[in-house]
């Protein structure tokens, strides 16, 4: 088996060797080999340097700013604008002349005594069309000791006129038609100045509102609405000056002169609302909300120009100046269906405030003062009995009277200068008896008349006269009514107004031009 195997492997060799020599493999071409010259021989002959590898260098490291996370910023959420009220339109104030009017020249050069002021309302046709009436208002003064007359100026029907008490300036308001404002007549040039063209004297419906004249005649104080709320502007007489006294986002208004024509006295809301802007974080602006009826007394001062608070009590009422210093509040007069009313006294030098009327549910009403504010008259209603009132500064009762029984807020009482005599007569055209003069212990000084019933007493400023709107009830009249003047205890009456033709409403007095 073994020679078997071995004659088998060697017949696979020979085989394999007559394959290769069958197929000879060709040989690869080497290049030739160059000599090499004299350069490259010693180029040859030098060593071979390994290169050293150079340093790789590291790059400078770039400062990178790692970027501060960004902060997600949370929304704020904007608040949803509140509905809020439409801010009325804007009243302009430009004054401005606007004609020249034919002036008395009986009064053009001033009043030397006091005259009486009045207003008749006169029925007029025009030659053209006899059959349309057409009502106006004149404006006359009346010389109180021999009746001239100065008619001074004439008006549409719905005027309304209000005199410096110097008789030198005449302010009106026209509510009415394109020439609707305020206005001033100059009665010594016959100038007539539009001040602004507003057509209300209550604005935004607060009642008692209208323009007052300073003492000295110097100065007009006026109420006007701004966007949302009001303030309380003053004027010189001459046109000039026309300033934004209060020029606040409150409701100010009521404007009242001291005697010394140095401050003005007016009622704000402010501290209850400090603004009526809308949507601020304080507002009492909203759709539904109402003009104040009431708000704090404040008092603005000419001779530092400052806004000071005089009390914290709430009034509803107008102030009135008893003294340059003594301010008097009747709440509740404005209201004709009130049934409980209180006096109130400030005094603004001291800051003191005193209830001057009992708290016995009882309606207190139209006080009359002295000029030196000792004394004063008032009305007492209650559902049993009416009372005049006679009392101190302090409210204590001197004396009182149930006589004379007149209805509420339908009496009005006036002083004499000297504090002499009080003349007591009906208001509101509501005149059940004729002059009642009392003396300073409340002692009835004359006999009132039973056929001239009177109305709005007042005493002219230097004490030598009483008017009064008269009511004539004789057998065969016909219950007119005119002007009368008479002497400090009713007497000696003289009717002013006889040859006048129309409706007549006293004012009061005007002038002395120069008062002392």
Known sequence: MRRLAYFIALLAVTSLACNLTRHPIEPTPIPPTQTPDATGTALAEQPTLTPTSSPTPSPTATLTVTPSPTLTLTPSITPT???????????????????????????????????????????????????????????????????????????????????????????????????????????????????????????????????????????????????????????????????????????????????????????????????????????????????????????????TRRVEQITETIINAPPEWITEDLVNVSEGSLDPFSDVSILWVFDVGLGATWRLSPNDGALYSQPAWTYDGTKLLYHRVTDQDATLVMADWYGNVIASQTSYEFVRFGVKATWSPDGRYVAVGGSSGQCPYGLLVFDANFVLAAEPSETLLACDPSYDPTGTYVLFNGILVARGTDGRRDIYSADLVGGATRNLTRTIEGFIQVQGWVGPTFRN
């Not at 020249?105 to 001033?110: E, F, H, K, T, V």
């Open 81 to 303: 604008p509140r509905p809020t009220s439409t801010p009325y339109p804007t009243v302009v104030l430009q004054p401005n002349v606007t004609n020249f009017v034919a002036v008395p020249a009986s009064i053009q050069g001033g009043l030397d005594v006091a005259w009486v002021a009045f207003t008749v309302t006169e029925n007029q046709t025009t030659p053209e069309d006899t059959e349309t009436v057409i009502p106006k208002l004149a404006v006359y003064l009346a010389h109180p000791s021999n009746g001239t007359l100065a008619r001074v100026i004439e008006l549409p029907e719905d005027a309304r006129v209000y005199w410096s008490p110097t008789g030198l300036h005449l302010a009106y308001v026209l509510r009415e038609g394109e020439g609707h404002g305020l206005y001033l007549l100059d009665i010594q040039s016959g100038r007539v100045m539009k001040i602004h063209d507003g057509n209300s004297l209550q604005p935004r419906g607060i009642n008692g509102n209208q323009p007052v004249w300073s003492p000295n005649g110097t100065r007009l104080a006026f109420v006007l609405p701004n966007d949302y709320a009001t303030d309380i502007y003053v004027i010189n007489a001459d046109g000039t000056g026309l300033t934004n006294l209060t020029n606040d986002s409150s409701y100010d208004f009521w404007p009242a002169w001291s005697t010394d024509s140095l401050k003005l006295a007016f009622v704000s809301d402010r501290v209850q609302c400090p603004t009526w802007q809308p949507n601020r974080a304080d507002t009492c602006d909203h759709p539904d909300a109402t003009p104040p009826q009431t708000g704090n007394l404040f008092v603005y001062r000419f001779d």
